[in-house]
C-alpha cells in the first residue's frame, strides 16, 4: 500500500557529494513530515534531517548541518538529501521516512510511521 523506495547511495569519496532520493507512493495527500535518518553497522539508528509538509521548516543533526540539505517536491512525492563534503562518519544504511503530524524533528523517528528499504552510502578513500 504505503511504499518508500530511496535512491542515490553508493560509494563516494571524503569530501564528495551524493544526493539521495525518495519515492513514496501510496500515501494520504496531507502527508507532513518527511525525515532521513540514518544506521551505521552496530549503531543506533539516528535521525539527519526533517522537513515539513510545506518545505518551510527544517531541523538538521549539528554533525551534518551546512553539509546536507533536505527538500521535497511534493507534485513528485518526493523527497531528497543532497549531501555535500561528505565524510566517513556519514557511512550508513539511509532511510526516510514520513509522518502525519508536522510538527516533528528528528528526535521523533518513533513518530515517523513508514519508512523505506533504506540505501547505503559509503564514504571512503
Known amino acids: 500500500q504505503v511504499q518508500l523506495v530511496e535512491s542515490g547511495g553508493g560509494l563516494v569519496q571524503p569530501g564528495g557529494s551524493l544526493r539521495l532520493s525518495c519515492v513514496a507512493s501510496g500515501l494520504r495527500s496531507d502527508f507532513h513530515t518527511v525525515g532521513w535518518f540514518r544506521q551505521a553497522p552496530g549503531k543506533e539508528r539516528e535521525g539527519v534531517a526533517v522537513?515539513?509538509?510545506?518545505?518551510?521548516?527544517?531541523n538538521y543533526r549539528f554533525s551534518v548541518k551546512d553539509r546536507f540539505t533536505i527538500s521535497r517536491d511534493n507534485a513528485k512525492n518526493t523527497i531528497y538529501l543532497q549531501m555535500s563534503n561528505l565524510k566517513p562518519g556519514d557511512t550508513a544504511v539511509y532511510y526516510c521516512?514520513?509522518?502525519?503530524?508536522?510538527?516533528?524533528?528528528?528526535?521523533?523517528?518513533?513518530?515517523?510511521?513508514?519508512w523505506g528499504q533504506g540505501t547505503q552510502v559509503t564514504v571512503s578513500s
Open positions: 521516512a514520513v509522518g502525519w503530524n508536522d510538527y516533528l524533528t528528528i528526535w521523533d523517528q518513533e513518530e515517523f510511521k513508514f
Open positions: 522537513i515539513d509538509s510545506s518545505g518551510g521548516s527544517t
